[in-house]
């Protein structure tokens, strides 16, 4: 709701092209919280950084092209790696509501995985769980600005 009512909507653009293709710079999810626009992996970011601070578990679904957030939750709809989860469309927020953005996401992670009791159909498409990141070291990174 607080992202919504901040206008908070999903752009996409390219920063530039090289010899690999087209790229995206990604910006810190303090400076994105500054702006009204995002990208789909730095809205997913915010929100999985937002969600960790009250104390949620985040994931981050990545799939070849885009990203969005998930979260462990034990009424969640989908069951995968022995958890239920909850999945949003993080760039569905600013158009629709949230129970539309629920739905896109966990549509996309039923497709994507061939049904919600299969596992993931293709190796391009990985289910990061913070909790895990954090065990193995993997710390938040400090905004420059601050």
């Not at 653009?13 to 910006?27: A, E, K, L, M, P």
């Not at 969640?76 to 927020?93: N, Q």
């Amino acid at each position: 709701d607080l992202l919504q009512s901040r206008g908070t909507s999903y752009v996409a653009y390219t920063h530039g092209n090289d010899r690999w293709g087209n790229y995206q710079d990604v910006r810190l999810p303090s400076q994105v919280y500054r702006t009204s626009n995002n990208l789909c992996l730095e809205g997913t970011v915010l929100f999985a950084s937002l969600m960790e601070g009250i104390g949620m578990i985040p994931v981050i679904v990545l799939r070849p092209g885009h990203a969005y957030i998930g979260w462990l939750d034990p009424d969640g709809p989908v069951v995968f790696k022995g958890g239920r989860f909850f999945f949003l469309e993080t760039t569905a927020i600013a158009r629709h509501d949230f129970d539309a953005a629920l739905m896109f996401a966990a549509e996309d992670f039923e497709r994507n995985r061939g049904g919600f009791e299969s596992p993931l159909a293709s190796p391009d498409y990985e289910v990061m769980i913070l909790a895990e990141l954090r065990k193995e070291g993997y710390k938040p990174q400090s905004d420059p600005e601050e």
